[in-house]
C-alpha cells in the first residue's frame, strides 16, 4: 500500500513540476520550485517502480492502483 501510495504522489508531483516550470518561464525567473518538485516526483516514481516487488509497474495498473488506494484512504 505505502509503495503505491508514494508511487502515485511522485506521478502527482510531475504535472505541478511541468506548471513551475511554465510559471518560471513566463515570469522570466529560476524555476526553483520546478526543479524541486521534479526532483520529488522523480524520486519517488523511481523508488517505488525500482521497489516492486513483481518488477515494477505498468502504466495500465495506474488507474486501479489510484482507486484502491483512494477506497482505502476512504475506508
Do not use: C, N
Not at 520550485?33 to 515494477?56: D, K, N, R, S, V
Not at 495500465?60 to 484512504?73: C, E, F, K, S
Amino acid at each position: 500500500m505505502e509503495r503505491d501510495l508514494i508511487l502515485l504522489a511522485g506521478l502527482a508531483f510531475l504535472p505541478l513540476a511541468f506548471v513551475g516550470f511554465v510559471s518560471a518561464w513566463a515570469d522570466r525567473r529560476r524555476p526553483v520550485p520546478g526543479l524541486i518538485m521534479l526532483a520529488l516526483g522523480l524520486g519517488m516514481a523511481g523508488w517505488a517502480q525500482f521497489t516492486h516487488p513483481g518488477g515494477g509497474y505498468a502504466w495500465a495498473d495506474v488507474p486501479q492502483m489510484a482507486l484502491t488506494v483512494l477506497a482505502r484512504i476512504l475506508y
